[in-house]
């Protein structure tokens, strides 16, 4: 098995297939990881949740990463990392079309809130859903992949 760095075009072919990520993020020295369905537009990738850890890590620090791969045999892998800062995406205001946007392009796939609408116990039923978009501002993106092969 042979390991290759990834082009930026080969990183976003990759992200662009795939719907399902890890989100990584770290508040006071302590990493948290969580999978998380993202769409991907421009240089942003769009993603949804529901108040709670990871929506209150990264307020209080916005630089995240995302790890996506992909699978096509038993030796055969990509993975990529995005590096970027988490924006929250408002209803109203200066951050309304992206709001939007985001859930256009979230709205389109099915099952589209999971796993970001799901909480491990079970939540009484609010007056209104408290839910967050969001992107992440992609600003590096690397990427290796294994393949059969000799040096």
Not at 17 to 32: N, T
Not at 72 to 79: A, F, M, P
Not at 91 to 108: D, N
């Amino acid at each position: 098995m042979l390991i290759k760095g990834l082009s930026r075009h080969e990183c976003n072919s990759v992200v662009e297939a795939a719907h399902v990520a890890r989100l990584g993020c770290c508040k006071d020295g302590r990493p948290y990881i969580v999978p998380i369905t993202y769409a991907y537009a421009g240089n942003c990738l769009y993603c949804f949740s529901m108040p709670g850890q990871k929506i209150d890590w990264m307020c209080a620090n916005p630089h995240v990463c995302l790890q996506v791969d992909e699978f096509s045999g038993e030796r055969r892998w990509k993975s990529v990392l995005v590096f970027g800062r988490y924006q929250e995406l408002s209803q109203e205001g200066r951050w309304q079309r992206e709001y939007m946007h985001a859930w256009s392009l979230l709205e389109s796939r099915p099952n589209w809130w999971e796993p970001g609408g799901l909480k491990p116990a079970p939540q009484g039923v609010a007056a209104a859903s408290p839910h967050i978009f969001f992107s992440v501002d992609i600003e590096d993106m690397t990427g290796r992949a294994a393949f059969e092969g000799e040096a």
